[in-house]
Every structure is written in C-alpha cells, then in structure tokens.
C-alpha cells in the first residue's frame, strides 16, 4: 500500500484533513462524567484542529462557534482587518473509544464512525427493511456470511449518516429511506489501495429517492481506523478545471492527543482506505 | 375553573408559577385547591391551600414500558437512574442506539413512528407522549 505515492498527483484544494483520537478502554456506553469528558476532548480536538489550519494564527481558545438553522455547529469566525479567515468546515463524530475529526477547505463535510465490532439488538435485515431503501436491503440481503453483512451493514450506516451530517440538516430533513448509497466496484487501477491487492476498488455514490436532487455533487471516503473503527466521510466535490473529471481528495490523517501530542498516521495502518479514494 | 357547591365553596385554579419546577421533574401538570370557607367550617379548611397533583402526560405505566426498553437497548442495569426526564443522550445512546430504541417501541407498543419525529425525541417523557399520541390516533 502506498499512499505517499498518490499525494504527489493530487492538484490544490479542496483537502481532506482528519485528526484521530487512538482508542482508550472505555466502557461501550459512557455516562455521566465520562460522557462530560468526552464532550470536554471533542471540544478540545476541534479547537485545537481548526487553530492549526490558521497556520496557528488563531488561539484554540478564541475561536467562535454557531449553529446553522438546523443545529449543525460551525466556527464563527472573527473579522479581521488584516486577515481573511480560510473557509474552514468541520465535522466531528465520536465512540466511547474514539472521537473523530473531519476538516475541509471550502465543502461541507460530514463524517461519521462507528466500532467495527458494533452488534445491533435487532435483526440486521428486520432493522435495514424498517429505516434502509430496498436497493440497500437487497445488497444486505444477497450476503450470506452473517458476519460480512453485519459488516456491511454498518459500513452502509456510516456512510447514510456521514451523508445526512454533510448535509447539515438533521436526520429527520433527510430519512434514511429517501436516499439510497450504491457501492460500485470500479474499474481496476494501476495501484491498489487496499491491503487485499486483489480486490477491486469500489466506488461509493449517493442516489436520491425523493424529489429533492441533492446528490449530485457528493463524494464519500471509507476508511478503517486505528484498526477498531470504521469510518464514512462525505464531502462534496469539486470539478478540475475545464469541469473534467473531479479533483480528487488530498488525505491527512492526524492521530492526536490536544496539545499534547500530535502524528501524522496516514500510510500507517491506523488509517486504512477501504472505498472511495479514487484519482 | 371548578366550582363545588355546599357548606363551604372551594375553588379550584391552577398556578403556573409556582409549581412550573415541580411539573417538570416529574411530568405532571398540576393544579391547586385554594379553599375559601366561612369560618364556622368544621374542618377548619379555611385559608389553608392543599396542592393536588393531576397527570396530563403519559401513563406511568407507559412511561415504564419505555424505561424498559431504553435500559436493553443501552444495556443498563435493572436498578439504573431511568426516568422520564432522562434524556437519551444522557444515558449514553447515540444515534443508531435511538433509532434501535425507537424501533423497539414500535414492535412493543404496536406504532409506527414518521423519521420526522425521531428527532424530537430527546427524553424517556417525549417517548412516552409520542407513543400515547399515536396509540390515540391509531384508534381514532
């Protein structure tokens, strides 16, 4: 695998740039002050994250947040006479054993993770019927491995609420079963992402199913974690000049304790593609 | 407004302002019994007011049902802090934990809850209200 190899063909912006907290022993359900705790770091990642792509012009603790009309945070930058902010867009999503931030240049982003190992109380199919479009509860259906599917189920979920975060409007603006995410397995390129060589790259896209036509302009990332997590992120996309073909995305993976500590892990197998990363 | 004729009148009236805080811990609304009575009443009522307290929200039996199935879901003890003021995200569930939560109150109570108003759903009360709202519809 070689991801360092890929950032030298990317062009500029938009990037992708994502700090990753490593996993602590925790319970699977925080409450009371663990819930504080982690309120207080993802607090924390954010400010210190969005401060680092002022090129540290801005203080973590001066920054300004607001909340669009559906409750969505954003920074809420400060006018400056001498400084045009850049247009910063955040997302965060957290576990009891990680906490997750996605910043973008210029798109919305959504970004959403979830334990690998994540078991639901109900049935899988009964549960995909009930909230998923049928395209998605006929590919759920067609795996036979139990567990493959309840993979595949949770990949899906990831991905429908990263899709419904980036929209920044709610999961009741956009039900579940409005939209439909298709993985397509693309056409073989000259380097692999995946730690199977063999297998295919699989594209990721998004189709409504109401009226609204929201989809056109979203792209997807699907990557596993510090090998516990899965996590989707969407973001939109950007046409090259000449409106060929998309920009594709430029990757920073941080793994990052706030003010303490801070690597980069991209090319490490903390941070492992599975879909969407195309060029 | 009540009004109960016979040796003594008492009137019935709520107030908002002082039992807002008392409603809101335990979901109830309640009212107040001020008594106004001659003095030759023999209970000695007069002046004195007693608070009695009327449930206008979900069944308490409703509300169990849903602390129940909130504690599987979660995966928390029997003798755990549920109740009608908890609030979801308090006791630890995300999400996916919400829409589960949901989904088992529908098999448990027969309903079927529109996408549109997961969202509102913040507290075990807010469950319960919901799930008595769309039983009464259904029967309509």
């Keep these: 695998m070689n991801i360092h190899g890929l950032q030298r063909n990317f062009c500029s912006a938009p990037t992708t740039l994502l700090p990753v907290q490593l996993p602590t022993r925790m319970e699977s359900h925080l409450c009371g002050d663990e819930l504080q705790k982690r309120a207080l770091l993802a607090r924390a990642l954010v400010r210190t994250t969005i401060a680092r792509y002022t090129n540290d012009r801005v203080d973590p603790r001066s920054l300004n947040f607001k909340k669009n009309g559906y409750g969505k945070p954003e920074v809420e930058w400060q006018i400056a006479d001498d400084w045009q902010p850049p247009a910063l867009q955040f997302n965060i999503s957290h576990t009891s054993s990680l906490i997750a931030c996605g910043v973008t240049v210029d798109s919305p982003i959504g970004i959403d993770v979830e334990e690998k190992q994540r078991k639901l109380k109900h049935h899988i199919l009964a549960f995909a019927r009930r909230y998923f479009s049928s395209h998605e509860v006929e590919h759920l259906t067609s795996i036979s491995d139990i567990e493959i599917q309840r993979q595949q189920f949770i990949k899906l979920w990831t991905l429908k609420e990263a899709y419904v975060k980036a929209l920044g409007r709610g999961f009741s603006a956009s039900p579940f079963k409005t939209f439909t995410i298709q993985l397509k397995a693309a056409a073989k390129r000259g380097i692999y992402l995946s730690r199977d060589v063999e297998s295919e790259i699989s594209e990721i896209s998004v189709d409504s199913l109401g009226s609204e036509n929201l989809t056109n302009n979203w792209q997807f990332l699907l990557l596993e974690l510090a090998g516990s997590h899965y996590a989707a992120i969407c973001m939109q996309k950007h046409n090259t000049l000449g409106g060929k073909g998309n920009v594709p995305i430029k990757l920073t993976a941080r793994r990052t304790i706030p003010l303490v500590e801070d690597e980069c892990v991209l090319g490490t197998s903390a941070v492992v593609p599975i879909s969407g990363l195309t060029f | ?140």
């Design chain 2, 1 to 140: 407004m009540a009004a109960i004729t016979g040796p003594s009148s008492i009137s019935v009236r709520s107030r908002p302002h002082q039992t807002l805080a008392l409603s809101r811990a335990n979901g109830l609304k309640p009212v107040s019994l001020s008594c106004y009575g001659r003095s030759s009443l023999s209970f000695g009522l007069q002046q004195r007011s007693a608070q009695l307290r009327v449930s206008c929200a979900a069944k308490p039996d409703t509300v169990d049902k849903v602390c129940k199935i909130v504690r599987k879901q979660l995966a928390l003890p029997d003798d755990s802090a549920v109740s009608g003021e908890s609030k979801f995200s308090a006791l630890g569930a995300d999400s996916l934990d919400t829409v589960e939560i949901v989904m088992g109150l529908e098999e448990e109570f027969g309903i079927s809850v529109e996408e549109e108003s997961v969202q509102s759903i913040a507290t075990v009360q807010d469950a319960a209200d919901l799930i008595e709202k769309l039983i009464e519809k259904n029967k309509a």
